[in-house]
């Protein structure tokens, strides 16, 4: 399954930037989540260009969210050609507040070909980002850093390395109230295992963090199992483990686990539940309260995965 092009970024609607674009007047500076994007496949110019035409284009001084989409043959240029040119233009993007790398369609880049470079640049650049979202795994690198404001970060990979996850987990990040991490599988990258999640399910991380997701993964029942112990839970609001393989085993971890009776939400969308767990997990949670998402129960392949389960996002 593929994944769409960002609707909206820090609340703002997405609004595909044009240079030159002619019939009726852009929204303003501060309206709307400007991407820029260019078509790879066209002979149309290169990235460089088209933001600048942007910087020139559209208020700078005003842009508060910037989505970077397809910056050329996303599997031949690094990430950090768009990021690079984003920093140089820093003295201009004064009211920059949330930045989204690699909104690609599975029509522009799969998203285990996009790739993505050194994210943790940005954050350098803006100390007053909120928000940062990312699309990709392939050549990701985040290593440990420090950001007072950040709020929310977003990483959709079909594979997240091992050290993308440690560099997260190291980091200061005093703000940050939203965690979503699309771990994938082996085969795309994603080894990460549940104990590298440790620092974080620990509850020693993040003060401020009330949202978790941790999506996508071909170890989701192993998930399961180390959220259904953490201390981490108790402080959350909403719990994300969608997309992923869970089954009847991680979703009776969760039930016999720590109350999850607390949250506001439980995202479990994408799964392998039997229709009885289903109808157990809804009995003990929704009486009190707790929106839970069951939809797109997925039928097993011989072919795919253990035991034929699969993943959202992979490829």
Not at 198 to 223: K, M, V, W
Request: hydrophobic letters at 40%.
């Amino acid at each position: 399954m593929s994944v769409d092009h960002l609707h909206e970024l820090l609340g703002l609607p997405a609004v595909d930037f044009e240079s030159g674009e002619a019939g009726g007047p852009r929204p303003a500076a501060d309206a709307a989540a400007w991407r820029v994007w260019i078509d790879a496949y066209e002979d149309e110019g290169t990235w460089e260009e088209e933001f600048n035409a942007f910087l020139d284009e559209v208020d700078p001084a005003g842009v508060r969210a910037l989505i970077i989409g397809q910056w050329g043959e996303s599997y031949e240029e690094k990430s950090s050609y768009p990021i690079g040119l984003v920093i140089a233009a820093a003295d201009r993007l004064t009211s920059l507040e949330a930045v989204f790398v690699g909104d690609m369609t599975m029509e522009e880049s799969e998203i285990s070909w996009i790739e993505q470079s050194d994210v943790t640049a940005l954050l350098a650049a803006f100390p007053s980002l909120v928000e940062l979202g990312v699309r990709g795994g392939s050549e990701l690198v985040f290593p440990a850093t420090k950001h007072e404001r950040l709020r929310t970060l977003t990483i959709e990979t079909g594979g997240l390395p091992r050290e993308v996850v440690r560099g997260v987990l190291d980091s200061e990040l005093p703000a940050l109230e939203r965690l979503e991490l699309w771990l994938g599988v082996s085969a795309y990258g994603g080894d990460a295992q549940v104990a590298d999640l440790a620092p974080l399910l620990s509850g020693t991380r993040f003060p401020a963090l009330r949202h978790l997701g941790l999506r996508n993964s071909e170890i989701q029942n192993e998930i399961a199992a180390a959220v259904a112990s953490a201390p981490l839970v108790a402080r959350l609001h909403t719990l994300d483990l969608s997309s992923g393989t869970l089954g009847d085993e991680g979703a009776a971890s969760l039930l016999e686990g720590q109350p999850l009776t607390h949250l506001d939400a439980l995202d479990l969308h994408h799964h392998f539940l039997t229709e009885p767990m289903e109808r157990r997990v809804i009995e003990a949670l929704e009486p009190h309260g707790v929106r839970v998402d069951l939809s797109e129960r997925c039928e097993p392949w011989d072919n795919r995965g253990p035991a034929g389960r699969y993943v959202t996002v992979s490829e």
